[in-house]
């Protein structure tokens, strides 16, 4: 059996699981600490004394929800995030304003990862034709020339977690620093489980990232170094 088809499916979603779990136990342990603010304090605060007055903070259904979204301009928060006092709500609400702050000052690498949603959209309705029309396409384009679209189309996914990384290490960095300079979590036990919480939210895009890779190198051995044209007949 293939150590590619192995990790897939044994290895990526133990990792997971194991990521998943810790980054639960970290919120739980850090929404147990106390802050002076809510978590839509903290951001409209963030937002404000980054001079960024086109951005509002809203309350999304969930836990684990919150995001920025750029098409609108609103940082969504969850529920718990949204109205508690606690060190794991300052943490996300100012992670979600770091990715405003991104947007706002142009940050290029966001910029690059809004560019390629409406690509992953057509790659996420292309695969399935590629992969089970593979004849009639083949008849088009060949059938190597099909084992190569389909790569394309997994590698995507893997790129776009790539570009990923970056944007939400950046976002955890700036949330940090304006954390530290407006006097909310001072170097001590605050600032830490701060840092500790963003860490492990990072770790499940790292996973993702891993698996993504990992993916598309499995279909990228199968489709053309084994003779993917054979393969699509």
């Given at each position: ?9 044994l ?5 997971g ?28 605060l963030m ?8 951005v ?7 836990k684990l929800?919150d ?9 969504n ?27 706002a000052?142009n ?6 990862r809004?560019?390629m949603v ?11 034709v590629?992969?089970f ?12 020339g099909?084992?190569?679209l389909?790569?394309?189309?997994m ?22 620093r304006?954390m530290?300079?407006?006097?909310l ?21 790292v ?17 053309l ?8 007949r």
């Amino acid at each position: 059996m293939s150590p590619f088809f192995l990790l897939i499916v044994l290895g990526l979603p133990a990792l997971g699981q194991f990521v998943s779990t810790k980054m639960r136990k970290r919120f739980v342990q850090y929404s147990q600490q106390p802050m002076p603010l809510s978590g839509r304090e903290i951001a409209e605060l963030m937002l404000a004394q980054r001079g960024i007055e086109n951005v509002r903070v809203i309350s999304t259904p969930g836990k684990l929800t919150d995001h920025y979204d750029p098409r609108n301009r609103t940082v969504n928060l969850s529920e718990p995030v949204y109205n508690e006092k606690t060190v794991a709500a300052t943490a996300v609400a100012a992670h979600e304003c770091g990715h405003a702050v991104q947007h706002a000052t142009n940050y290029p690498l966001l910029t690059a990862r809004s560019k390629m949603v409406p690509m992953l959209k057509v790659s996420n309705m292309a695969i399935p034709v590629l992969m089970f029309g593979g004849a009639g396409v083949s008849a088009i384009v060949g059938s190597y020339g099909t084992a190569a679209l389909l790569v394309a189309g997994m590698g995507l996914p893997a790129l776009f977690s790539l570009v990923t990384l970056p944007v939400e290490f950046d976002a955890s960095k700036r949330a940090l620093r304006w954390m530290s300079e407006a006097g909310l979590a001072p170097e001590g036990p605050q600032y830490e489980g701060a840092k500790k919480a963003l860490f492990w939210a990072a770790m499940t895009y790292v996973v993702s990232a891993l698996g993504a890779i990992v993916q598309a190198l499995y279909f990228a051995r199968m489709f053309l170094g084994r003779g993917g044209g054979r393969m699509l007949r």
